[in-house]
């Protein structure tokens, strides 16, 4: 073995080492502020007779933390470690969920083991606490007296922006899906600017959002991959007026691994402006991917301005190409996505009546507020609705007029 490569197995070992180190001591501190969370509610229930008792309780405590173990106890973190214990009083939605095969690959192979000794760990405090104490634990984390559990690829600065999401079935997805995604902060940040569990959840059934809520992400069909409206703020396309569709298409090769990012789950990379020719004519899909989960290409064309039928005709002569040319037999029928800045449902409707291999989804310019997303969620709804309703046929014995 050389010299070199005796230090570079070296030097991954002690890498190694470091991440777990760090991921212990993150793992640590997120528990341990759950515990002080914890102990502070309990105050403030038995002193709850008056007003600004835990507003006392606050500020006596960080005085003396402070003058104690130094910075990181002031008054507003311990705000928010009492916010985590409300927040999560049972502790984690991602700590005991399936992970993916990508996941369990990152981990160490003393990692089960880990999490049984941290669980025995945590439990010892209330343990050890007196007869009152205990059964007022047992209240406040609503009977559960195992015990928090948190998993360790989520930081005390993740937890920070997850309580700023008020909506427990939305939380709990952005939890679970950090874990499984090894988003970054910043990432996680970008992820509930979004909207993103608002867009996924935007055509489940009500049993299909509850899943999503408990489970993540989980991807069967094209459907469970695809958004609507994509976000594409981090483009900054600027003014619709003088955009063209080869300027989204160099904004998106520019910054192709936020658009993946953006694209969801198991995406990856395979052309741009690739041709198909057929009988000497020449063609060119403007973005092709390719996704491990469905095991499929995706296609991508870029449209501005409304739907049209020949938009829809033309990525589908795109997906019966892929799917007679370069599709093995291992691998899923293609998907075809037109990316448009204005939907148009009822024209999908009627053009591609029974195939769910091409979607049509808009995109938005920046990054729209919960109320914009919502509204425009509707309208693009009620006109889809209206557009049906004037396409279909009268009843039978019901004139045209007096429809």
């Known amino acids: 073995m050389s010299t070199e490569q005796l230090y570079k197995r070296v030097a991954r070992i002690l890498e190694e080492a470091r991440s777990q180190v760090a991921r212990t001591v993150n793992t640590a501190m997120v528990h341990a502020y759950w515990h002080v969370g914890r102990e502070i509610v309990e105050v403030e229930q038995v002193g709850k007779a008056r007003a600004s008792y835990g507003d006392e309780v606050i500020e006596q405590l960080s005085a003396r933390l402070s003058a104690a173990y130094g910075r990181g106890f002031s008054v507003r973190n311990l705000w928010s470690m009492r916010q985590f214990f409300l927040v999560f009083p049972r502790g984690s939605a991602a700590a005991e969920i399936p992970q993916t095969a990508s996941a369990e690959s990152r981990r160490l192979p003393e990692a089960s083991a880990a999490r049984s000794r941290q669980k025995a760990t945590i439990s010892k405090p209330a343990a050890s606490a007196g007869t009152a104490g205990s059964k007022l634990r047992g209240r406040a984390r609503g009977g559960d007296a195992a015990g928090a559990l948190f998993p360790p690829e989520i930081s005390w600065s993740h937890y920070l922006v997850l309580m700023r999401v008020t909506k427990e079935p939305a939380r709990a997805f952005y939890e679970i899906e950090t874990v499984r995604g090894s988003w970054s902060v910043r990432q996680l940040e970008r992820q509930i600017g979004a909207r993103l569990f608002e867009r996924l959840a935007r055509h489940r059934s009500p049993n299909e959002l509850l899943a999503l809520a408990r489970r993540g992400q989980e991807v069967g ?12 703020e981090f483009l900054d396309l600027g003014e619709p007026a003088r955009l063209r569709e080869r300027n989204v298409e160099q904004a998106i090769i520019d910054r192709i691994e936020a658009f993946l990012l953006e694209l969801g789950k198991g995406f990856c990379f395979v052309g741009r402006q690739a041709r198909l020719t057929i009988e000497g004519d020449h063609f060119y899909v403007d973005l092709v991917f390719y996704n491990r989960l469905l095991r499929c290409f995706v296609l991508v064309d870029l ?3 409304k739907l049209t039928h020949q938009d829809l005709g033309q990525m589908l002569m795109y997906v019966n190409y892929y799917d007679r040319v370069h599709r093995t037999g291992h691998e899923h029928k293609t998907i075809g996505i037109v990316l448009c800045s204005q939907q148009n449902a ?25 109320e914009e997303l919502q509204a425009q969620l509707m309208r693009e709804r009620e006109l889809a609705e209206r557009q049906l309703r004037l396409a279909a046929p009268p009843p039978l014995g019901v004139p045209k007029a007096k429809r």
């Open 221 to 232: 069909r094209p459907q469970d991959v695809i958004k609507d409206p994509f976000v594409l």
């Open 346 to 370: 009822a024209m999908v409707k009627i053009t591609l009546p029974d195939n769910d291999q091409i979607i049509a989804a808009t995109y938005l310019r920046y990054l729209p507020t919960e």
């Open 303 to 305: 449209k501005l301005g």
